[in-house]
Each structure stands twice: as C-alpha cells, then as structure tokens.
C-alpha cells in the first residue's frame, strides 16, 4: 500500500468521526432544545392556569356569592342546608380564598357553622395550622365549636404527633374539650393503650376526664369488659 493511500485512508477515517461527532452534536442539542420547549410549555401551562385561576376568582365570585346568598333564602331548612353545601363545596374546590372571603360577611346562622366545616376543613388538609389560627378568628360561637372536634379528628388521622402539638392552638374551654376528645378517640382507634396512658397523664383535671372517656368510650367498643376495667380503676 503506497503512502499516498495510507494517507488518504486516515483522512477518509478522520472525516467520519468528525461526521460522527457533528451527528452527535446535533442530536444532543435537539434533545435539549426538546427538553427546553417541554419545560417552557409546562411553565406556560402553568402560569395559564394560574391566570385561569385568577379570572376565575375575579368574574364568577360575585356570582357564587349571589347563589349562595339566594340558597339561604330558601323556606326548607333541609333544602337550604343541602343547596348551600352543595354551592359552597363546587366554589371551594376551584377558588378557596373566595369562599373564605364569603363565609367572613355572610350571615351567623346555621349553614355559618357547615360553611367553616366545608372550608376549614378544607384548608386544613393542607395546612392545619393556618387552619387553627382561622378557626380562632371565626368559630366564636358555641354552635361553631364543633369544628375543633372536625379539625382535630382529621389531623389526628394524618399526623397524631401533629395533632398532639397544634392541641396549643385549641382555645380553653368548650373548644380545647371539642379536640382532645377527638384527638383521644382517633388515638385509642389505633392504640388505646398509648391512648390510655396519654390520656391518663394529662395535667389539667378537666381534659384528663375528657380525654379518658373519650378513649375508654372507643375501647367499649370493641371490648366492653376491659373497659369497665380499666374504668373501675380510675
């Protein structure tokens, strides 16, 4: 093989790696540039929506309100509940910051009470303790203080150590009675013995009582004579 032709072969060589390297390239920045615009799209798709959301809260909360407000009116209780909870949840599930921009001025009667359980309950499935905090501000009336027992019986499933530290939040009185009875039943459901010692060793007199009948009251349940045991001992 001359040389003229060896030389020829390495050139021919070097030519279809760089070709090759130049596909590879090319690829790789397509695939980027793939990537580039899915990401773009997803942020576009996102901020849509985000405006979407916005549009939403801006045309169609007053005429949520206007519904809800004409649900109220209604002679039938039971229509009335039923037409408000059905108004009020459909409107939660798209713009809940309307809803609670609504239940801050609607009248204090009862569908009041299922309004904050709707939306309170709600919020606090993502965020208990912003939760708690409104439920200070708005459940002022005994009729509303159920909510604690709502409030607590859903964060107590999902997170008891949670439960036990946000039992802070709970205000004195009918309320902090409405959560600890609630967080002891939840508890004992799954564990009444460390329900039990939990309950047992709590300081105020009041919310020991509480949280030992909540508790013995599930343990009746499933084993009444262990509970008329362990209550003939306290």
Known sequence: MSPAFRRWIFLAAC???LLALAAACWLGVTRLAGQ???AQSRADGGLQASAARRAFSAAQRKAYGLELDEALRARDPAQRSAEFGRLLSA????DPEGTLGYLRVMPRQQ???AGLLIVLGGIA??????ALHLAQEMATRPDDWILYNA???QLAQADRARALRDLAL???GEPRDNAIRALAGKWAEADSSAA?????GLGVAEERASALEATLSILFRANPGRSVELTLQL
Do not use: H, I, K, M
């Not at 409107?91 to 798209?94: E, I, L, N, P």
């Not at 499935?125 to 912003?130: H, K």
């Open 36 to 38: 580039a615009a899915a």
């Open 91 to 94: 409107w939660f599930d798209q």
């Open 125 to 130: 499935r993502s965020d208990p303790e912003r």
């Open 170 to 172: 709970a205000p004195a």
């Open 111 to 113: 569908e009041y009470t």
């Open 151 to 153: 409030l607590f019986s």
């Open 196 to 200: 039990l010692a939990w309950a047992g």
């Open 15 to 17: 030519v279809a790696a």
